[in-house]
């Protein structure tokens, strides 16, 4: 009996030191997993807010080279503007010096013989101011010419430098852009080495907690052989009770028909700005502010843009007129009747059929995209 205690106890001492390494094996373990799962949680939470900035930074970047192709669009419309304004200079002025020539080699006798031919005081002071309304009018017209070439090239010099300070906020997003990609792909790679952490440690854990559940078994074994053995009587030990644990791990023509879009009720001041940007971009023709009107309540009729007129003509980077100041001029001096009517017929349902499926336009001198070219806008339906 006292052999049989002995067994007894080392069984008992052995079942207990397995529990002993069962239970001292989980909480280092579960403080390290829980760490892992910490960090691991953090890293992802530290590359979502990186992708979305990734998008935010991506939609600036969208825009800013809009603005960049909008305002050489302009760029180049001014370009063209100037150069008209230019041969217009020259030919009154080589129309000036033409009439003063010939002034010069008849002669003032001429100018005399004009004067003097006159039949009355009247008809003396009409030829008077004939010849001096001539002077006059040369004059001033190349003064006003001179004024409009100098009002388009200081155009041209602001557009210029609003190109110039887009594309530097377009090469600095681009810079940011990369630079969260940089972050995004480090932050990844620590993601990665502590979820090859996480899982290698989770597959120690099962595999120590698996051999802890073999020993639990095998000297819960030994004790049932041993209480076996002291209540048999035969003396025979033969128990063969054997047991095993496991683990688990676990461009040309165009159709110029006007259509009907729907009418719209639109405030006083919708009107005026409806006007007023299709001044500023359209050649003042019907059909070609008619194209840009139709862009402009197609726009308005989309989910994707604000739902009014004054909206989206003010959305940003949209419009150049917006932001170069040229609409808010004309809203100063307001728009011309023209400009009213086409504004007026648009509200009411009018459309160009050529573009009723477009809202987008460029200046067709600074672009080769596919499209529909009218009053040398280039019309196409998405950017």
């Known amino acids: 009996?006292?052999?049989?205690?002995?067994?007894?106890?080392?069984?008992?001492?052995?079942?207990?030191?397995?529990?002993?390494?069962?239970?001292?094996?989980?909480?280092?373990?579960?403080?390290?997993?829980?760490?892992?799962?910490?960090?691991t949680s953090d890293l992802q939470d530290q590359l979502s807010g990186i992708n979305k900035d990734l998008l935010a930074i991506s939609d600036e970047i969208s825009t800013a080279e809009m603005q960049v192709e909008i305002t050489n669009g302009e760029i180049l419309r001014t370009k063209d503007s100037l150069d008209e304004a230019k041969a217009n200079e020259a030919k009154q002025y080589d129309d000036m010096k033409t009439r003063i020539k010939y002034?010069?080699?008849?002669?003032?006798?001429?100018?005399?013989?004009?004067?003097?031919?006159?039949e009355s005081m009247t008809d003396f002071l009409n030829k008077a101011d004939f010849i001096q309304n001539i002077s006059d009018y040369d004059r001033d017209m190349l003064t006003e010419l001179q004024k409009t070439r100098q009002e388009i090239a200081d155009?041209?010099?602001?557009?210029?430098?609003?190109?110039?300070?887009?594309?530097?906020?377009?090469?600095?997003?681009?810079?940011?852009?990369?630079?969260?990609?940089?972050?995004?792909?480090?932050?990844?790679?620590?993601?990665?080495?502590?979820?090859?952490?996480?899982?290698?440690?989770?597959?120690?854990?099962?595999?120590?907690?698996?051999?802890?559940?073999?020993?639990?078994?095998k000297a819960k074994a030994a004790e049932e052989a041993n209480a076996k053995a002291n209540a048999s009587t035969s003396g025979n030990n033969n128990s063969d009770n054997g047991s095993s644990g496991g683990g688990n791990s676990g461009g040309g023509g165009y159709d110029d028909s006007v259509v009907n879009g729907g009418s719209t009720n639109v405030g006083?001041?919708?009107?005026?700005?409806?006007?007023?940007?299709?001044?500023?971009?359209?050649?003042?023709?019907y059909n070609s502010m008619l194209a840009v009107a139709t862009v402009i309540m197609n726009r308005v009729y989309s989910p994707i843009f604000p739902n009014s007129i004054t909206d989206v003509?003010?959305?940003?980077?949209?419009?150049?007129?917006?932001?170069?100041?040229?609409?808010?001029?004309?809203?100063?001096?307001?728009?011309?009747?023209?400009?009213?009517?086409?504004?007026?017929?648009?509200?009411?349902?009018a459309?160009?059929?050529a573009v009723q499926d477009c809202y987008y336009f460029l200046y067709a001198g600074a672009t080769d995209r596919p499209g529909v070219n009218i009053g040398n806008n280039l019309f196409f339906q998405g950017w």
């Open 1 to 39: 009996m006292k052999l049989r205690s002995k067994r007894g106890g080392r069984a008992i001492l052995a079942f207990v030191c397995s529990l002993v390494l069962v239970l001292s094996v989980f909480p280092v373990y579960a403080e390290d997993q829980e760490s892992l799962k910490s960090k």
């Open 103 to 118: 002034m010069y080699e008849t002669g003032n006798a001429t100018l005399l013989e004009m004067l003097f031919s006159a």
């Open 155 to 217: 155009k041209k010099e602001t557009l210029e430098a609003q190109q110039t300070s887009l594309v530097a906020i377009q090469k600095d997003l681009e810079k940011q852009e990369e630079q969260l990609k940089q972050k995004a792909k480090e932050t990844s790679t620590d993601l990665e080495t502590y979820k090859a952490q996480l899982e290698k440690l989770k597959a120690e854990e099962a595999a120590k907690a698996a051999a802890a559940a073999e020993a639990a078994a």
């Open 268 to 285: 006083g001041s919708d009107l005026d700005v409806f006007a007023a940007i299709l001044d500023c971009e359209a050649m003042h023709d």
């Open 313 to 349: 003509v003010y959305a940003s980077g949209q419009f150049e007129p917006v932001w170069s100041g040229r609409l808010d001029a004309v809203l100063s001096s307001g728009a011309s009747d023209l400009a009213y009517t086409v504004a007026q017929d648009a509200i009411n349902g």
């Open 351 to 353: 459309r160009l059929a």
